[in-house]
């Protein structure tokens, strides 16, 4: 009896422990969108409402971003997408942008051979072939159950009838504004000032979209759209023209699917190098008991920090486009591979990312990037992330056709070991070459735990996308948080050069970074940005689905 008695507070604590958090955010009974703005999402849900799928909700939340979220989301660009159909199936689709024909790799550097500012970031120079259009609609032919014109006409309407200005985007459009005077002139749409409470209508982007729907993918790679884009940005100095366009393909990959303890995680293949690096990640911190270390403790702070100074420390020299180099998959992944890069680590003391090179193998972002997660009724999940790169990409903006331009072409090392704008530092293989895919960041996970769908997770945010991403999943498997609270938490971040930890303005306390300094640990005081902005959603064991909608942005879960 006294052993009973003795033994009741530890089956109630594991009792407790296994029980999931209760979820704050938005709960909805058969299908979910959660994006970037409201307008995108309830876009995406409704047609999941009319019969529609996950697939067919894909297309209309990131065809109607370009409206409700010019900051990122734009046809444009490009992006990822990991999928998980209900019946367990899994897949990806890679929808980057590719560099043009014309491209060359000293393309950015001048006579001397260094890098010349602001050319792969800014105007027509600084433009991949977009890949966004034929993206989506190849997972629309594959996927989709509704007619293409009912997933477009929506977002026709939205168009013309324009969206109104939140205090947020208010403020980034005027931030931004000298910008677009320098790429487009103050004559432009974005020349204008905009307050909160203003209705910004794409009536242009309309005649776009009704293109699209009447031709389907010819009708934005090839014929009157084509010769457009490719006229506007050449006359702005860039390299697209319409061979580009006509030869652009997305390409189905298979995505990165690995278990950490007791769930799967299901990520994208390079060249996203999300997958790879938080297979690493997580692999190295496997080993530990995290979730007995306390959620963003010291312990787990160091731990995390380590095993991602290694793995970006990887990422940046072995990563690249798989169709133009050898990826050495199978040592990157390896367990024991992993066990000895992370070998060096201690608790007591910081390791040097100095000391830390990528590893002994025989071989060879961006942060205004948007993120949706939608799971539909009958249990199909997606995950996208899609981007210009930098915020309203190149700031260039194509009036006619209704949409910005990407940057995109930073993402590749326009000079080995030359860092880009978000300080990661590439290598050979991410080198620029013609019709070659740049290295990203962007992150689109599912989760699965006990062979069921559990989390589906992504962000914006350059370089600091695998990080979130990968705290977030920690903060609901390791430390119970609801998906909400999850979304929530404050976040760090580490990429191994710069070496510096970088932790969000709030949510850390000055005795923890003191505690972190005295064990070696460098902290950029300077630089505090958010860090991401979560879209995820969380099955509940009731088959009930509950929203992560980031509190950092306008973002909105929306759902039936």
């Not at 080993?287 to 312990?299: E, I, M, Q, R, V």
């Amino acid at each position: 009896m006294r052993r009973l008695i003795l033994l009741l507070p530890f089956i109630l604590f594991v009792h407790c422990k296994q029980q999931p958090a209760a979820p704050t955010g938005l709960v909805t009974e058969s299908a979910m969108v959660v994006s970037a703005r409201e307008e995108s999402s309830k876009i995406g849900a409704d047609i999941m409402k009319k019969g529609g799928n996950a697939f067919d909700a894909m297309v209309a939340t990131e065809l109607s971003l370009v409206i409700s979220y010019p900051f990122a989301g734009s046809v444009g660009g490009g992006g990822f997408m990991v999928y998980r159909k209900n019946n367990g199936e899994v897949g990806g689709i890679d929808y980057r942008e590719k560099a043009p024909l014309a491209a060359h790799k000293d393309m950015y550097l001048d006579s001397l051979g260094n890098v010349i500012p602001g050319l792969s970031t800014s105007g027509g120079t600084a433009s991949g072939v977009p890949g966004t259009v034929a993206g989506v609609l190849k997972v629309h032919e594959k996927f989709g159950k509704l007619p293409l014109k009912e997933i477009i006409e929506p977002i026709i309407a939205l168009a013309k009838k324009g969206v109104v200005i939140t205090e947020k985007q208010a403020s980034r459009l005027e931030r931004y504004r000298e910008q677009f005077i320098e790429a487009n002139g103050d004559s432009s749409k974005y020349a204008m000032k905009f307050k909160a409470g203003d209705t910004l209508k794409n009536p242009e982007y309309a005649n776009t979209l009704q293109k699209i729907m009447d031709e389907g993918r010819d009708g934005f790679y090839k014929g009157e759209i084509a010769q457009k884009l490719a006229t506007f940005v050449q006359e702005n100095g860039g390299y697209i023209t319409e061979k580009d366009l006509a030869k652009y393909e997305a390409v189905w990959r298979d995505p990165i699917v690995f278990d950490y303890k007791d769930i799967k995680i299901i990520s994208m293949s390079p060249p996203s190098s999300g997958g790879v690096t938080i297979n690493q990640i997580f692999k190295m911190m496997e080993p530990y008991h995290l979730s007995d270390f306390g959620h963003n403790s010291t312990k787990t702070i160091q731990l995390f920090t380590e095993a991602s100074r290694r793995a970006y420390a990887d990422r940046n020299y072995f990563l690249g486009d798989p169709d133009f180099v050898d990826i050495p998959y199978d040592v990157l992944l390896n367990d024991e591979y992993l066990q000895e890069r992370m070998s060096s680590f201690s608790f007591d003391q910081a390791t040097l990312s100095s000391e830390v090179s990528h590893g002994e193998v025989e071989v060879v972002e961006s942060s205004q990037t948007t993120h949706y997660s939608i799971v539909d009724s009958e249990g199909n999940a997606i995950s996208a992330t899609s981007t210009l790169n930098g915020g309203y990409g190149s700031k260039l903006y194509c009036a006619e056709l209704g949409f910005f331009l990407n940057n995109e072409m930073d993402d590749f090392s326009a000079k080995p070991g030359v860092p880009n704008m978000f300080g990661l530092v590439g290598a050979e293989a991410n080198s620029i070459a013609p019709e070659k895919r740049m290295l990203s960041s962007m992150t689109p996970t599912i989760v699965e735990k006990d062979g069921k769908l559990y989390m589906v997770v992504g962000t914006p945010g350059g370089s600091t996308i695998i990080t979130a991403v990968a705290q977030t999943i920690l903060n609901v498997y390791e430390f119970n948080l609801s998906m909400q609270e999850a979304v929530n938490a404050p976040r760090f971040h580490h990429q191994w050069l710069p070496d510096m930890v970088i932790f969000e303005p709030e949510g850390f306390t000055e005795e923890l970074k003191s505690e972190l300094k005295s064990k070696g640990y460098i902290i950029n005081e300077e630089r505090t940005p958010i860090i991401g902005k979560v879209d995820a959603i969380r099955v509940l064991p009731d088959g009930k689905l509950e929203g992560g909608a980031d509190k950092r942005g306008d973002d909105t879960a929306v759902g039936f």
